[in-house]
């Protein structure tokens, strides 16, 4: 891929980059051999605003496209070439868990975020956590990142997703028919976007739990205004989820 487009920087008069700096296309080519790797990716966003810009708008983008070609392929398929709420915040949903602050969003207990190493996600799974009426919408949800042994809180998992085309979505119609409140302080971890609780707007159907291995009243998950989604979940004990997924498979 060759980039042709140049900027100038944008950060200040002092800034160094108005010397001059390597190209885009030399830049791209560095990263590329560095196989997009993401800490260098922030690295390089935090010289100037010029190369911020260039992150946000190249190098997130193909860091996406290299760690989850077929769902970007699919998130793209509608003809944009670009997805809500930007590459950057796409990039850091794809490899970091949000946790929970106490007094924050889910109230409960903290435990600190954190980068995963991989994570998994799923369009299937995506439609359990959607009502039957919204199931024609695309949600890729991830498997839970597991937090064990939270003293009274029990097993905690936490659970992330995006939605395609989410300005359009059936979800999103009856969020705003429902008159769904956004939430007045917390702000989505990746894009800093609103949040609507589909808790508080009764849009959680049973199967989330039964695709979790939760207790059926112990999921919660947000939505921000771009379609990304959090959740939280109390994770049953392994035998438990086992014949919970026996059952919801009958």
Request: proline share 4%.
């Given at each position: 891929?060759?980039?042709?487009?140049?900027?100038?920087?944008?950060?200040?008069?002092?800034?160094?980059?108005?010397?001059?700096?390597?190209?885009?296309?030399?830049?791209?080519?560095?990263?590329?051999?560095?196989?997009?790797?993401?800490?260098?990716?922030?690295?390089?966003?935090?010289?100037?605003?010029?190369?911020?810009?260039?992150?946000?708008?190249?190098?997130?983008?193909?860091?996406?496209?290299?760690?989850?070609?077929?769902?970007?392929?699919?998130?793209?398929?509608?003809?944009?070439h670009s997805v809500d709420g930007n590459w950057r915040a796409l990039g850091k949903l794809l490899i970091y868990c949000s946790g929970c602050n106490k007094g924050g969003l889910f109230n409960s207990i903290h435990i600190p975020g954190h980068f995963v190493y991989r994570t998994r996600f799923s369009r299937?799974?995506?439609?359990?956590?959607?009502?039957?009426?919204?199931?024609?919408?695309?949600?890729?949800?991830?498997?839970?990142?597991?937090?064990?042994?939270?003293?009274?809180?029990?097993?905690?998992?936490?659970?992330?997703?995006?939605?395609?085309?989410?300005?359009?979505?059936?979800?999103?119609?009856?969020?705003?028919?429902?008159?769904?409140?956004?939430?007045?302080?917390?702000?989505?971890?990746?894009?800093?976007?609103?949040?609507?609780?589909?808790?508080?707007?009764?849009?959680?159907?049973?199967?989330?739990?039964?695709?979790?291995?939760?207790?059926?009243?112990?999921?919660?998950?947000?939505?921000?205004?771009?379609?990304?989604?959090?959740?939280?979940?109390?994770?049953?004990?392994?035998?438990?989820?086992?014949?919970?997924?026996?059952?919801?498979?009958?």
């Amino acid at each position: 891929m060759i980039i042709t487009k140049q900027y100038r920087c944008i950060h200040s008069a002092s800034c160094k980059c108005t010397k001059g700096h390597l190209s885009e296309e030399i830049i791209f080519l560095v990263v590329q051999q560095l196989n997009w790797n993401p800490k260098s990716i922030a690295t390089l966003s935090c010289v100037c605003k010029w190369f911020d810009d260039l992150a946000k708008r190249v190098l997130w983008k193909e860091f996406c496209k290299t760690r989850a070609p077929k769902m970007m392929l699919d998130l793209q398929s509608s003809g944009s070439h670009s997805v809500d709420g930007n590459w950057r915040a796409l990039g850091k949903l794809l490899i970091y868990c949000s946790g929970c602050n106490k007094g924050g969003l889910f109230n409960s207990i903290h435990i600190p975020g954190h980068f995963v190493y991989r994570t998994r996600f799923s369009r299937t799974s995506g439609k359990s956590f959607l009502l039957p009426q919204c199931r024609t919408d695309v949600l890729y949800v991830s498997d839970p990142c597991e937090h064990l042994d939270q003293g009274d809180e029990g097993d905690i998992g936490f659970f992330r997703g995006i939605f395609k085309s989410f300005a359009s979505s059936k979800v999103r119609k009856m969020l705003i028919k429902r008159e769904a409140q956004l939430h007045p302080t917390e702000v989505c971890p990746y894009c800093k976007a609103k949040l609507w609780s589909m808790l508080q707007a009764k849009m959680m159907p049973a199967s989330a739990s039964c695709r979790l291995g939760a207790y059926e009243d112990a999921v919660e998950y947000y939505v921000c205004l771009n379609g990304h989604v959090l959740g939280i979940c109390t994770l049953l004990p392994l035998s438990d989820s086992e014949e919970a997924s026996d059952h919801s498979d009958a």
